[in-house]
């Protein structure tokens, strides 16, 4: 049976209330998490559901939303298709919530995904102490990246790896590592090394979008010499896993 991993809210700084003084506590807790980093909505789906869990000894308030590709979003400018329900829940200590996710759009490409962001913001009490301290209360906000899956794309997102296709490129006397998605999915990557000799060069990876093709820059200005590099990415499955990728590339 497949799992699902769990991530943990991350801390943005968006300050609800910061009261006058010097000396003040920040509460930044942590404490809602979210089963899996990331949904895939099939076409096919009514639904899609999402648990939460309050793992921490007070209540937390929870609010989602789904934007386009807006991180500065809030539930009011937020203009993702898609409709949660409940948008507000209150999370008891030791509880946990479903959030149920509702494509409410039209017109997305049938032929590969489409890619919108899921917003799970924790607010926590405002009152965690019995201390009189001036105190600073934070939000605590998560993006996760939702998918909206056509059920018409051709093949399967288990084949990605085998489709990808990877290359050298220069110009101006600079060099990239240009990546080909020849597929209707996203490729996320959270990793990428080329072997440079000896060593092992870090690569500014990241995401290709259906259809398209990007090249990832060494994160230093390093001379690659000629003949065969072993290129090795870090490709992020549908489950959050991530499945090693080699592949042999020349100059």
Known sequence: MKTHPVCSLS???????????????????????????RVIYGGQDRDKTVQLTNQDTFPN?????????????TPDTAKGPFVINPTVSRLAPGSGQTLRIIYTGTGLPKDRESLFHLNILQIPPRNLTNSNSN??????????????????????SDQLSEKLRFSLVSADGDWRVRVDNPTGFYA?????????G????????????????????????????GGAHM?????????????????EVLR
């Not at 993006?143 to 059920?151: D, G, H, T």
């Not at 092992?200 to 990007?214: D, F, H, N």
């Not at 290129?231 to 592949?247: P, T, V």
Request: glycine share 6%.
């Open 11 to 37: 801390v943005i700084a968006l300050i609800l209330s910061m009261f006058l003084g010097f000396v003040f506590s920040a509460f930044v807790q942590a404490s809602v998490v979210i089963t899996g980093t």
């Open 61 to 73: 308030v929870v609010q989602a939303w789904v934007d386009v590709d807006e991180p500065a979003s």
């Open 135 to 156: 105190q600073m209360l934070l939000m605590l906000r998560n993006r996760l990246k939702l998918f909206y899956r056509p059920a018409d794309i051709p093949g399967s």
């Open 188 to 196: 996320s990557f959270s990793a990428a090394t080329i072997s440079a």
């Open 198 to 225: 000896a060593r092992e060069l870090r690569l500014q990876a990241g995401m290709v979008a259906p259809y398209s093709q990007v090249e990832w820059r060494p994160e230093k200005a390093v001379v690659l010499g």
């Open 231 to 247: 290129l090795r990415a870090q490709l992020i499955n549908d489950y959050g896993a991530r499945i090693e990728i080699s592949h």
